[in-house]
C-alpha cells in the first residue's frame, strides 16, 4: 500500500522522504517489505503521503503542514 502511494505521487522515493520528512531509509525498508509498520504509523505515513499528493495537484495549497 505504501508501495503504490508513493508510485502514485510521481515523485521518487527520495523526494517523497524529503517532501513528508520521513526517513529515507525508513521508506525503503516499508516499500520492500523489510520492516512493517504498525496501524498507527501506517496512517500517518499514508496521510503524509496523501497530503504530498494533494499539493502536487494543487500547489496553491500548501498549508502549515509542510511548512515546519
Known sequence: EIR?????????????SELTEIPYRTMQDYRSG???PNKIT????????GNLKKIIRHPFLVSDYFLK
Do not use: H
Request: proline share 0%; no cysteine.
Open 4 to 16: 503504490e502511494a508513493i508510485a502514485a505521487t510521481g515523485k521518487t522515493m527520495k523526494e517523497v
Open 34 to 36: 523489510q520492516r512493517t
Open 42 to 49: 501506517r496512517e500517518a505515513v499514508l496521510n503524509k503521503i
